[in-house]
Structures are given as structure tokens and as C-alpha cells.
């Protein structure tokens, strides 16, 4: 038995309100929109993994969501012209990566982050 894929829901009535942070900003495609739940993802193959955490690192809290890029300064623009606030970061924490925290329209805290 191998687990295929797993997929986060998150609970909002403003389905819409995705497509800006998740489509447009983060360029995630849509792969289904019934109306009454719309999903975005990637036909890149990506890891699946599921992080069970104390705090975030740095003392900062528990992100609900953490997203791989591979442009993080293309991003972290994009965010800041959508008026979307930075939370934490930029910064180059000394396990490796750089990221930033910022809250999707549904006020889930994302960790933006690429390798260094």
C-alpha cells in the first residue's frame, strides 16, 4: 500500500478569494473548480510530506502551510504589491533556507521558503 497524494483543505465560503494568493501570485494551476471547492496544485512532481512541529523555527509559530518556490524574491514582491503583509522574514534562518511568513485571504499562515 503507498499513499498517492495527500491534499489540505481549508474551509472558507469565499472560494474565489484563492485564485488571487494561490493562481495569480503563486502561479499554482487550477486542477478543479466545482464550485463549491476549488483546487490548485502543480503537475511538477513534488514530495509529499507532513511536518509535525512544536514552533516554526526561530521561536516563530507553527505555519499551517509551507510552500517550496524557486524564485522566493519573485514572490515576496508579488506578495507586497498585492497588499498582503509580511509576518515574519525575509530572512536566512541557519538550517538553510530563506523565508518569509504571510496569511492567505483565509488567515492561514504560510511559510514561504526556497533552499539556499
Same mark, same amino acid.
Request: net charge negative; proline share 4%.
Given at each position: 500500500?503507498?499513499?498517492? !497524494?495527500?491534499?489540505?483543505?481549508? %474551509?472558507? &465560503?469565499?472560494?474565489?478569494?484563492?485564485? !488571487?494568493?494561490?493562481?495569480?501570485?503563486?502561479?499554482? *494551476? =487550477?486542477?478543479?473548480?466545482?464550485?463549491?471547492?476549488?483546487?490548485?496544485?502543480?503537475?511538477? $512532481?513534488?514530495?509529499? &510530506?507532513?511536518?509535525?512541529?512544536? &514552533?516554526?523555527?526561530?521561536?516563530?509559530?507553527? #505555519?499551517? /502551510?509551507?510552500? $517550496?518556490?524557486? *524564485?522566493?524574491?519573485t514572490? /515576496?514582491?508579488?506578495?507586497?504589491?498585492?497588499?498582503?503583509?509580511?509576518?515574519?522574514? #525575509?530572512?536566512? %534562518? #541557519?538550517?538553510?533556507? !530563506?523565508?518569509?511568513? =504571510?496569511?492567505? #485571504?483565509?488567515?492561514?499562515?504560510?511559510?514561504?521558503?526556497a533552499?539556499?
Amino acid at each position: 500500500m503507498k499513499v498517492k !497524494r495527500i491534499v489540505t483543505n481549508i %474551509e472558507t &465560503q469565499d472560494i474565489n478569494a484563492a485564485k !488571487r494568493f494561490y493562481n495569480e501570485i503563486l502561479e499554482l *494551476d =487550477v486542477l478543479m473548480d466545482h464550485g463549491w471547492i476549488a483546487t490548485y496544485g502543480s503537475s511538477e $512532481e513534488m514530495s509529499i &510530506q507532513i511536518s509535525f512541529a512544536a &514552533q516554526g523555527g526561530s521561536d516563530t509559530p507553527v #505555519p499551517d /502551510l509551507s510552500i $517550496e518556490v524557486d *524564485d522566493i524574491n519573485t514572490v /515576496l514582491e508579488r506578495m507586497k504589491n498585492a497588499g498582503f503583509a509580511i509576518e515574519y522574514g #525575509p530572512i536566512n %534562518e #541557519p538550517w538553510g533556507v !530563506r523565508r518569509f511568513y =504571510v496569511r492567505d #485571504p483565509f488567515g492561514k499562515l504560510i511559510n514561504i521558503l526556497a533552499h539556499v
